[in-house]
């Protein structure tokens, strides 16, 4: 966090060095230090999401912005397994008549 403080504080004044009318080389640095603040931002929420995902791993309910992003169809369709889901009368009736199997003639 100290990292961002810093980053931030040298933005700061270079904003007002900016306003005063300060040396063009400090004004060119600003576009530096916000992509610096920008990096480290980034590296900081992406520890604080991994972070998240493994405490979560093999939670019963993930947040919602940790969830697999899939199209809304593909998450509102059956599992592999609600899919394969046979009722016992289609059980019944697959064993009572099996595949028949035909032997050809050589």
Sequence with gaps: MSE??????????????QV??????KLAQ????????????TVMNMKKRAA??????HAKYVPTDLRMKKTRAMR????KAQ??????RQQKRE??????????KA
Excluded at 20 to 25: K, V
Excluded at 83 to 88: E, G
Excluded at 95 to 104: E, G
Aim: charged share 30%; net charge positive.
């Design 30 to 41: 600003i576009k530096t230090v916000r992509k610096n603040i920008a990096r480290a931002l």
């Design 4 to 17: 961002i403080e810093k980053y931030k504080r040298d933005l700061a004044t270079l904003r007002v060095a």
């Design 76 to 79: 509102r369709a059956l599992t």
């Design 95 to 104: 064993a009572a008549f099996p595949m028949r199997k035909y032997a050809l």
């Design 52 to 57: 998240l995902k493994e405490k979560y791993a």
């Design 20 to 25: 005063t009318g300060g040396a063009p080389a």
């Design 83 to 88: 899919a394969a889901k046979k009722s016992l």
